[in-house]
């Protein structure tokens, strides 16, 4: 496993990430969620993803018993904060009151002292930038946060964001989470760009896009049995990757891999691992074994040659 710079921070973490959306504390049994947490801090991974918002708290819960039984200080942890908890008007957002209360919720369920990084899940319009960041700040100061992220939130956000800090001599927002693989491109045009002028990283999620680059899903076949792409909760999010389009481009990416001696999924990683704004590419599993040809990726080098012909087969 390899490491990278988290932003401009002295943080390095593992060029493959483990996530808990759609997983943890749901479709993935509690023990097998275990399995798949100790196999990847075996194989080196030391970033480890989770939301309040996965499962309602469910997916924290699992991850901080996986974890505990390993030093903190081997390890970091990522959770966030945004999407509702509950029915009442402050039970969502990022104003003062929820963060606060859901950073305490938050580690009271990973049964932990602080997150190493603690996310806005989301830009909320609705609250003064300011206040949301002084919050953090807050935290960071009680030693409860560590580092500051956004996730999703766009150039101009993360440009408003840290005005914010740098005015008021709050801590900067160092790590963005966006959505990134070979079928959506968006944060290439202005969000890498600023975030490199600024000193901060990307740690993506859904690199594989939603399990289409697995290569699991083939033209003209049925959805296989078991697979996400049957699941009513996450279906919604890959039917725009299962069109015959996409699934015909994913063919040539296979075999492009195959004639690299790289599976379809390593291929994948390591393309998105090629922009060195990029820290960490984040995986979700539901089996150890998946882990362990996800972390292949890591330190693979695609030549100029191989990056030009997949630009080819995403362009027809």
Known sequence: MEYR?????????????????????????????????DKAYELGINSFDTANVYVTGEAEKIVGEALAKYPRESYVLATKVFWPMG???NDRGLSRKHVFEQLHASLKRLQMDYVDIYYCHRYDPETPIDETLRTIDDMVRQGKVLYVGVSEWTAAQIVEGLGVSDRYLLDRIVVNQPQYHMFNRYIETDIIPTSEKNGISQIVFSPLAQGVLTGKYKRGQSL????RATDPSSNMYMNPYLQEDVLMKVEKLEGLAKELDLSLSQLALAWILRHPSVASALVGASKPQQIEEN??????????ETVSKIESILQV
């Open 224 to 227: 296989p049995a078991g697979s």
């Open 87 to 89: 029915e009442g008007p």
């Open 295 to 304: 972390v292949k990726a890591s330190g693979v080098k695609l030549s100029e």
């Open 5 to 37: 710079r988290l932003g401009r921070t002295g943080l390095k973490v593992s060029e493959i990430s483990l996530g808990s959306w759609l997983t943890y504390g749901n479709s993935t049994e509690k023990d097998t969620a275990a399995a798949v947490i």
